[in-house]
């Protein structure tokens, strides 16, 4: 087991726990946001993205923060295509909106969750 300066252990997160949490979320707050807009887009991207981003940040003494962004690429990716697999209609503008969201989601939970750790 690493170990810092102070003796403790390192906290570390994996990319496959981002994308676990990242789907559990995903499970809980779907049924909720039914509505297709801008608007219930953001906020369901919030939903989803800032606590990973919030985790990665808290637990960035060893976790690489650029695995937090390609989880949720990846993750944004196979929800896209499994909905075009599955025949649902997919509009582009949501799509750049969804991407765009995610990105800054992630990356203001990982600048509050550094904070917290201060």
């Known amino acids: 087991m690493n170990y810092g300066t102070s003796q403790e252990p390192i906290r570390t997160l994996k990319p496959w726990h981002l994308g676990?949490?990242?789907?559990?979320?995903?499970?809980?707050?779907?049924?909720?946001?039914?509505?297709?807009?801008?608007?219930?887009?953001?906020?369901?991207?919030?939903?989803?993205?800032?606590?990973?981003?919030?985790?990665?940040?808290?637990?960035?003494?060893?976790?690489?923060?650029?695995?937090?962004?390609?989880?949720?690429f990846l993750f944004n990716c196979l929800t896209y295509g499994l909905a075009f697999v599955g025949g649902q209609s997919i509009e582009i503008g949501y799509v750049g909106v969804d991407f765009i969201s995610m990105c800054l989601w992630i990356y203001t939970g990982i600048l509050v969750g550094k904070r917290a750790v201060r």
């Open 20 to 72: 676990l949490l990242m789907f559990a979320f995903y499970l809980f707050w779907s049924g909720y946001f039914t509505e297709l807009s801008f608007a219930t887009q953001i906020v369901f991207n919030f939903a989803i993205f800032y606590p990973a981003g919030f985790m990665a940040g808290y637990f960035s003494a060893r976790s690489r923060l650029r695995d937090v962004f390609l989880t949720g």
